[in-house]
């Protein structure tokens, strides 16, 4: 007698088992649908506004000759930089040096052979991206560069927004834009191209990347 009351008490049990397992579930993709929903709402009412014009360089005020020897360091200045490079630094006056070439002013020695200015020096001119950050911040940092980054502005979209919005001047466009991103990685864990992964020119999300970053696919 007792098999038989066994059997219908598993039978019992599986019946519970199988109708739990179903609520979980609906209620499961209906939060999954849920969050899909609002993350869509949110990338379709993303708005951001800058409130101040961007501010260009311009040749007038930041072409400098090449030659060191023709070069002297101001007194009277300081300088922004990019402060993060172990070797190497790049000003906000387009100047990429040694870390140990930087003078008190932040400004790198331009006095300096080593001392480079708007290099685009392991920079694809094609592709715009380059494998050292601060070649590629002061090659994007070069007047001529401005078209090609009003491009790669006009590009920008997702959460992204916000980060582009709230720069002042192209020296900090450039060290966002040069900055790698997930615009340099797909699937979150490997470089498109490990040989030119900071790039100042417009790029596009990998597709393993969109949903990531909030961007419609």
């Known amino acids: 007698m007792w098999p038989a009351a066994l059997t219908r008490l598993l039978k019992r049990r599986l019946v519970y088992i199988v109708f739990i397992s179903l609520i979980f579930t609906y209620l499961l993709v209906k939060l ?5 929903h ?7 009412d993303f708005s951001v506004h800058r409130t101040k014009p961007l501010i260009w360089r311009t040749l007038q005020e930041h072409l400098l000759t090449d030659e060191p020897s023709n070069r002297t360091n ?10 993060q490079g172990k070797e190497l630094l790049v000003d906000d006056r387009g100047f990429v040096c040694n870390r140990e070439h930087i003078l008190q002013n932040g400004c790198c020695n331009v006095e300096l052979p080593e001392t480079l200015y708007y290099t685009c020096e392991t920079c694809n001119n094609s592709s715009h991206c380059c494998s050292i950050y601060e070649y590629c911040v002061s090659c994007c940092l070069h007047p001529e560069k401005r078209p090609l980054l009003e491009l790669a502005l006009q590009a920008v979209n997702g959460r ?3 980060v582009f919005a709230q720069v002042l001047d192209q020296f900090e466009l450039c060290l ?6 997930s615009h340099s990685v797909e699937h979150e864990n490997r470089y498109r191209d490990g040989k030119v992964q900071y790039c100042y ?13 909030g961007i419609p696919a």
Request: glycine share 2%; charged share 25%; net charge positive.
């Open 32 to 36: 999954v649908n849920q969050k899909h």
């Open 38 to 44: 609002l993350r869509l709402l949110k990338i379709k």
């Open 74 to 83: 101001p007194p009277d200045i300081t300088c922004r930089n990019s402060l």
């Open 160 to 162: 992204q927004l916000t």
């Open 176 to 181: 966002v834009k040069c900055r790698t991103n």
């Open 201 to 213: 020119g417009p790029t596009e999300a990998h597709e393993s990347q969109k949903e990531v970053l």
